[in-house]
């Protein structure tokens, strides 16, 4: 039996086991087909029956042993990789979800994943209801419908950088019978792992902190295996019935814990076809392998630098959980005790002229999209990336005008702070 390393040989051990004489490091099968010496072999693979390559859309050797790799990080049975973050999420949720059916999810998630549940998956007939994390139970179990199918969140909400009870959150989606389905991108399963909080999927956007160097986009889905479909049934047709497009399979029944991540590789990907390329899945995993050493850096570096923001007279607020009294301080302590990560946000005192004006006199810290890379970066979501919502979504999403999304980077922190300092004196 395989030892069960520690997390930090995962990263470099997990996924690629070469055999003799095969490459030390994992290779790039950079190919769309696969051959066979007869027709029936190929046949088999067609119908589920055997494992195996035929068309890099469904599957590839690079790719497979990446998504390996995320599920022995997370703890869970089975994985995939998608070619960004959102395809993860929409394969999350439409993986069980059809026309009629209904979610919920966090306010506070980030504002495309707000937009792809509450106004494009809206169009397809799957509607959302969106949700204060910080509400009580009671008030969380008000907003299910017979139709719910899912409950999502985030581990930390990008920008708010919201803390997520996680146990609460799975508590009533497993009171209802429903999944809870977790976006771990922030926090990464080396600061948390969603599942041994009662989590049944996680979803990542790899383009971040995994990736590690703004290098590729991509996403991945992993599944704990611990929901039981069939326990309801009723719910989850799609999983637990006869797929008629694969000659009358049930997932369920023929592939057991690994049927949720099954259907969306046969089904999903073989018609949507949201693939990465193998390139792409090889920069990650160079990422993946030092993803353990990185992510204690970020969050030394955004400890310094959330604490002489505090200190600063000209800066109004300041939100990371790494801060003793920082609201989310206890539940941070819980879920994530090694640290939560490297963004934070915090505004600036005056008005969105004077953020402007302050953000703009940076000089080593760069205003790009990205977020959670090796360079420290800002944004300023209510102007950039959540420029789409109304007033009172931003307001529901906990964004307000002023707040400023940082995320901090793996330079000297002592040069970090020194430009934001130059910068707040120019304000």
Known sequence: MERDYRIETKCIQSGWHPK?????????????????????????LFDLEAEGYFYTRL??????????????????????LT???????????????????????????YGGTF??????????????????????????????????????????????????????????????????IIDNTFATPINCRPFEWGADIVTHSTTKYMDGHAMAVGGAIIDSGNFDWDAHAEKFPGLTSPDESYHGITYTAKFGKKAYITKATAQLMRDLGSIPSPMNAFL???????????????????????????????VAWVNYAGLPDNRYHALA???????????????????????????????????VTHVADARTCILHPASHTHRQMTEEQLKEAGIEPDLIRLSVGLENAEDIIEDLKQALALI
């Open 115 to 180: 937009n792809l549940f509450g106004t494009t998956m809206r169009k397809q007939g799957i509607t959302c209801t969106f949700v204060n994390p910080d509400a009580s139970y009671e008030e969380l179990c008000e907003a299910f419908r017979p139709n719910t199918k899912a409950v999502f969140a985030e581990t930390i909400a990008n920008p708010s950088i919201v803390v997520l009870d996680i146990e609460k959150f799975a508590k009533v989606a497993h009171d209802h019978g429903v999944p809870l």
């Open 83 to 109: 070619s960004s973050g959102q395809a993860a999420n929409y394969y999350a949720i439409f993986n069980i979800c059809e026309t009629g059916d209904h979610i919920i999810a966090s306010n506070t998630i």
């Open 284 to 314: 990650l995993n160079i990422g993946l392998e030092t993803l353990h050493l990185r992510m204690e850096r970020h969050c030394e570096n955004a400890q310094k630098v959330a604490e002489f923001l505090q200190g600063h007279e000209k």
């Open 333 to 367: 302590e819980k879920y994530l005790p090694n640290g939560t990560c490297g963004v934070m946000a915090f505004g600036v005192k005056g008005d969105r002229e004077t953020t402007v004006r302050f953000m703009d006199a940076l000089q080593m810290v760069a205003i």
């Open 59 to 80: 599957q590839n050797p690079t790719n497979d042993a990446v998504a390996q790799k995320i599920t022995e990080l997370e703890g869970g049975v089975a994985g995939m």
């Open 20 to 44: 003799c004489g095969e490459p030390r490091v994992l290779p790039i099968f950079q190919s769309t087909t696969f051959k066979y010496d007869d027709s029936d072999q190929m046949g088999r």
